[in-house]
Nanobody, 115 residues
Framework: QVHLVESGGGLVQPGGSLRLSCVASGNIFGISAMGWYRQAPGKERELVASIADLGQTNYADSVKGRFTISRDNGSNTVYLQMTSVKPEDTAVYYC?????????WGQGTQVTVSS
């Protein structure tokens, strides 16, 4: 069994910062790739950022220069450092991981950017 649990969401003011964390637990030997997706009200789920096993990163154009994805392989954790947040960043953020050639999802954490 593999479980992904996100944390770090909450209310933040525009221009502020927030760090999301996602920990994968279970019988895990290695994680090929991890990423963050988000889904805003009335919109489809979209990729925010991803990081592969060799460190390759990808970002949505809307977050480039503002968000940074990183991972700690020793603790099976992926982070999303969010800076200069905007109201349009408001969404439920979901952690995704490719583990043992299977795809897994967390339950999501709410991020609300508002004054």
């Amino acid at each position: 069994q593999v479980h992904l649990v996100e944390s770090g969401g909450g209310l933040v003011q525009p221009g502020g910062s927030l760090r999301l964390s996602c920990v994968a637990s279970g019988n895990i030997f290695g994680i090929s790739a991890m990423g963050w997706y988000r889904q805003a009200p009335g919109k489809e789920r979209e990729l925010v950022a991803s990081i592969a096993d060799l460190g390759q990163t990808n970002y949505a154009d809307s977050v480039k220069g503002r968000f940074t994805i990183s991972r700690d392989n020793g603790s099976n954790t992926v982070y999303l450092q969010m800076t200069s947040v905007k109201p349009e960043d408001t969404a439920v953020y979901y952690c995704n991981a490719i583990i043992h050639r299977g795809a897994y999802w967390g339950q999501g954490t709410q991020v609300t950017v508002s004054s």
